[in-house]
């Protein structure tokens, strides 16, 4: 028993510490080595981890230390001296030879005006209010260049299953045009061409191959090496977070435009610290005199500033922080503008790109896939290849063009998803494996 008490006093609290951090890791870690990756674990690592938004949370630290100090007392002073001592005659610099000579040793405080302290406080506070906006909008741009990162991935690991989807028809074109050319029907110029579209089809996945690494180094950028070979189920990109309507309501909560609020009330407080200036500032000191022949004294001093001549200093000061002021006000409007323009133009590509995939999965695709199939039996029941070449060339360039439009498609939902903070993503859903 007294073994079991020992273990608990000196193990337990160490596992409790322990066990929500081993929790912490192990889906992390399961990202990186097992699980698929899915465009919401990339954002929320990324929004972890990118170095911007540690930057960002440190300056939020450092502004919060300066908060705690902001409108406090300044440091006393302490003043030491001697009064009253002789320079001239024979006793020059002689302390004994002046009874009025004292050693004095003082105190002193500045009491700056309350004014002033309070919009100090208040300059403070807005920096902080302002730094923790920068940490929310930073958060916000990562997820969007991480969810940009992932869709580029996404898309082109679909262009090369797309790609690789049409290997088996190409293969049994090779087939055939060998077993016409034995068979006396064929020509060695089919079996050539035949051979000659297999290649191209390779070179086409060998350049996909390649961007696919590309896209993989571009997403570790923000992730790190938590990404595995596969990627997760894409989310449903017809379907935003927040409705188109919401995203035009709520300008202002939104990534870009999250700080400009705290920046006016910055340049608000910073006007309030000007006009602070032209109050008097008080200070208070005691000064203790020690005399060789005479008995000790004691001081008492009281001092205050004088803004006598505000024209040239404290109204100086005024007049900018006013203009920094409307300044900030009319660079927050430009900024609403802009964004208002760039959402503007982002739901209209998404829209766009939506009908466009939408009329690749009904028509364009089940089209091109279908010539390819019956230029192939016509050629199987004796015809030319050429119409075959033909279709099956069409159809590289539309599933390549079709594999392009997801980029865009993902692309535009990733801007306009990641606007505003702490929503909820949608349903993650699996895309056709198999297109016709």
């Given amino acids: 028993m007294r073994v079991l008490s020992v273990w608990r006093r000196l193990f ?25 990756l899915s465009l919401d674990a990339a954002t929320e690592l990324a929004a972890q981890r990118a170095p911007q938004v540690q930057a960002q949370l440190l300056q939020t630290q450092a502004a919060r230390h300066d908060a705690a100090r902001a409108g406090r007392l300044p440091d006393p002073k302490l003043t030491a001296g001697i009064n009253n001592l002789t320079i001239t005659g024979p006793q020059a610099f002689n302390a004994a030879a002046n009874p009025m000579t004292m050693r004095a040793i003082g105190l002193m405080q500045v009491i700056p005006s309350s004014a002033r302290r309070n919009a100090e406080k208040s300059v403070a506070q807005a920096t902080v209010q302002l730094s923790a906006a920068e940490v929310t909008k930073v958060r916000l741009a990562v997820k969007q260049a991480t969810a940009g990162a992932w869709v580029r991935l996404w898309a082109a690991q679909t262009e090369r299953r797309e790609l690789e989807a049409l290997s088996g028809q190409f293969a049994l074109a090779v087939k055939l045009a060998k077993a016409k050319l ?12 035949a051979q000659s579209a297999v290649v191209q089809l390779g070179n086409r996945i060998t350049a996909v ?52 609020t705290a920046r006016e009330d910055q340049a608000q407080a910073k006007l309030d610290l000007a006009k ?32 006598l001549f505000p024209g040239n200093r404290q109204d100086q000061d005024i007049s ?11 660079a927050h409007e430009d ?59 069409d159809e590289i ?12 498609w993902g692309q535009a939902w990733a801007q306009l998803s990641y606007l505003l903070p702490h929503q909820t993503q949608p349903h993650a859903i699996r895309l056709p494996e198999n297109l016709p």
Avoid: C, M
């Fill in 320 to 330: 900018a922080r006013y203009a920094d002021r409307s300044a900030v006000a009319d």
């Fill in 276 to 307: 602070a200036g032209k109050r008097p500032n008080w200070s208070v000191g005691l000064v203790y005199g020690s005399r060789i022949h005479n008995p000790d004294t004691l001081g008492i001093e009281v001092g205050v500033s004088l803004p």
């Fill in 397 to 408: 360039d539309t599933r390549v063009t079709y594999a392009q439009a997801l980029a865009a």
């Fill in 182 to 193: 034995a068979g006396g029907a064929g020509s060695a110029t089919d079996v050539l061409a």
């Fill in 12 to 36: 337990a609290p160490r596992l409790l510490i322990a066990f929500p951090a081993a929790l912490f890791v192990l889906p992390v870690y399961a990202a990186g080595n097992d699980t698929p």
């Fill in 209 to 260: 191959d390649a961007e696919i690494t590309a896209a993989r180094a571009a997403l570790q950028r923000w992730v790190g090496d938590d990404i595995g070979q596969t990627l997760a189920a894409a989310p449903d990109f017809s379907s935003l977070p927040v409705s188109p309507a919401e995203l035009q309501r709520n300008l202002n909560r939104q990534g870009p435009l999250l700080d400009w």
């Fill in 335 to 393: 900024a609403r503008r802009a964004q208002s323009a760039a959402v503007a133009a982002d739901l209209a590509e998404w829209q766009g790109d939506t009908k466009q995939i939408t009329t690749y999965r009904k028509q364009l695709l089940p089209l091109v896939a279908d010539r390819s199939r019956t230029a192939l039996a016509a050629y199987r029941a004796g015809g030319s290849l050429q119409p075959w070449l033909e279709a099956r060339r």
